[in-house]
């Protein structure tokens, strides 16, 4: 098993809620346990980053500006990560860094002086556990009430119900410990 040196989360529906869009950074409202999981991983010397989807850009509803306040609203509520990421494509641009391709996960890696099979990509859907999968990482599906039911039935062993217990499970796998 390779080690863990850095744990990768998806913004929304992972740390923060899920407001479709969202470009106001007062709307930004962590998730429970989501500041744990951040102080945790990070306790324990990993780097931590959130990679994301932010479609709303190329659809032109918001702008990288706006992405960038909001993200800089969750990191400060989070307690601050040492990267965040994310793809303005939308899915018909067909561009390598949109989940559920490796882009994302690949930059992540490379920008936190990691090899991508050590990074663990914690998220709420397929898309985030098929980036990591594509990448060489790690992923866990932490599903919420958006989840596509047949997401959770494909990622079942690959799963965790909160952010928490993900980077709780990933530490002790890394410690050699069977996780709960």
């Known amino acids: ?19 479709p869009y969202n470009g106001d950074p007062e709307r930004v409202r962590p998730l429970p346990g989501a ?5 945790l991983a990070r306790s324990h010397g990993l780097a931590t980053g959130v990679v994301s989807n932010q479609s709303g850009i190329g659809r032109g509803l918001l702008t990288t500006g706006q992405v960038r306040r909001v993200n800089e609203r969750a990191d400060a509520l989070l307690g601050g990560l040492d990267l965040w990421l994310f793809c303005p494509h939308t899915p018909e641009d067909g561009c ?11 930059a ?3 920008r936190l002086g990691v090899p991508p099979a050590a990074c663990l990509v914690v998220g709420d859907i397929a898309a ?3 980036a990591a999968r594509a990448a060489g990482a790690r992923g866990v599906l932490v599903p919420n009430a958006a989840t596509a039911p047949e997401e959770r039935r494909r990622f079942a062993d690959d799963s965790a119900p909160d952010v928490l217990t993900a980077v709780r499970d990933a530490l002790g796998a890394a410690a050699g410990r069977t996780p709960a």
Do not use: H, N, W, Y
């Open 108 to 110: 992540a890696a490379v």
């Open 35 to 39: 500041r744990e999981a951040v102080a």
């Open 1 to 19: 098993m390779t080690t863990v040196s850095a744990i990768l989360f998806d913004r929304d529906g992972t740390l923060v809620a899920d407001v």
């Open 96 to 106: 390598p860094c949109r989940k559920p391709r490796p882009g994302l996960v690949r």
């Open 128 to 130: 985030d556990v098929l």
